[in-house]
């Protein structure tokens, strides 16, 4: 099969080539629960670049030559003996983890901390390829009107975003504030999961022009640009109090202190992106009784939920598609700030 593969690490992001398109060997089927998927649709993540940049060395340690691509799509294209609620020709949304289900994490819904899994196109061959090797257990069968290459981003920036504005929205009630920053990739759909499951007012922050456009078209009530004075405006919008939610899609260059400093007393600030660091006194900490979040992807059940939305056109994905063989463009726009919402690698 052919692969947009990587073959080492590029810590400033600068070279030519992160990943080359070439002949691989097609994924076999091992395990009774195993299931091959052949790949609809790839969703480009900042993550992908991360790990071009060796961000998760120390954490996971990157195999070379590797194939990226964790938000994956497709039609079932073979099955281990085991299998038996998918067949051949499916379309399928996969789970981005490779579990047992045994362990008690798993057991509980808690694919994410399960103490044994592999997490294809992080620390096992992804979907920038024609084929993917997942189990079973990942796999959700996609309704008639949804398509692989539309939805195939929805397995981690959607299906994150989407726990985020859930936690969010079982706290928020009207006449409350939710503010989003970074409005781009994963931002405009935490935009419209935020509008579909709260009543809050939603203001969304970030320094692009484009993505402050999209988050418009999103759903969000108040549009702020990120140009030193967010904070202040937020504030302002909120009669000095701050958002009762922050969901921050960022993490990194500021955007931590600022979104905390937006975040009112006894609010909720929700980390996703990162790159940064939380350092806060433990007397502002106790002061302010403001609760911090962490958020790692997202349940199997939670994705079955974002797909409800995604089917009733509640939540639908800006898209932009690209060849699997022009994955190595993908990667740079994507690093350069031109993608407008997700990009897809189409086989």
Known sequence: MKAAVLHDYDESLSGETFVTYEDVEDPKVAAPGDVIVRIGGAG???TDLHIVEGVWRGLIETKFPHIMGHENAGWVEETGPGVESVKTGDP?????LVTSGHCLACRRGEDM???ESSFPGINAAGGYADLLKTGERSLIKLPQSLAPKE???YTDAGLTAYRAAKKAAAHLVPGEYAVVIGAGGLGHIGIQCLAALSPAEIIA?????????LAKESGAH???????????SVLEMTQGKGAEAVIDFVGEGGAIEKGLAMTRNAGSYYIVGYGGKIEIPAIDMIISEKNIIGN???TYAELVELMALADRGLVTLATKEYKLADANQ?????????VKGRAVLIP
């Open 113 to 115: 901390h399960a103490e």
């Open 92 to 96: 399928v949304i996969v789970h981005p």
């Open 44 to 46: 480009v993540c900042r």
């Open 222 to 232: 108040h549009t702020i640009k990120a140009d030193s004075n967010e904070v202040e």
């Open 151 to 153: 939805v195939a981003p």
């Open 330 to 338: 993908a990667l740079h726009d994507l690093h350069a700030g031109v």
């Open 296 to 298: 790692l992807v997202g």
């Open 205 to 213: 922050v970030d320094m692009s022009d484009l993505a402050l456009g």
